[in-house]
């Protein structure tokens, strides 16, 4: 497969995330109404609260991700026409910088899974508990989401860097 091949890959790859993203975001912020419109316990309120956070960012991120790949895409292939290598090169320099990020992320993602713990287990109320299954929900999805991300990013990263 050829650079243009390769990236195209990629990005349908991200495009699809993106749109994923936005529709498992809907789904979230559906059930937050839900959980403050229908059940109004303590509990579903603060599993609700992070739920509607969570979902309006991911709605935001799926959507913005979604829409900037098509124009990455037309973009780095213009690069490439006028200059291959340099495209290339470019494009690899921006992987590697990607793929080093995903590191973070979990960090990020093992550090509301701590704290989900912490109010599980320091705080006795019905809200800190739906706060914490929502921390953990939000824990599970992004290190799933982005273990496919991280894995199609390393795919396309090496298929980069073996170019001639």
Known sequence: M???????????????TGITVALVAI???IA???????VKDSFARGLGS???????????????LALKTPKQVSG???????????AVATEGERMEK????FKYYRVVFILAALVAVGLLLLVKSDIAAGIAVGLLGFSLLGVTIDYY????ARVYLEAILELP
Do not use: H, P, T
Request: hydrophobic content about 55%; aromatic content about 12%.
């Open 2 to 16: 050829d650079f243009v091949e390769q990236m195209q890959l990629y990005f349908r790859g991200e495009k699809i």
């Open 149 to 152: 991300a991280e894995q199609r």
């Open 76 to 86: 780095l292939a213009k690069l490439y026409q006028e200059n291959g290598v340099g």
């Open 98 to 101: 990607v793929v080093r990020n």
């Open 32 to 38: 937050s109404a839900g959980l403050w419109l229908i």
């Open 50 to 64: 992070v739920l509607c956070v969570l979902g309006v960012f991911a709605f935001l991120g799926g959507v913005g």
């Open 27 to 29: 789904v979230l912020l």
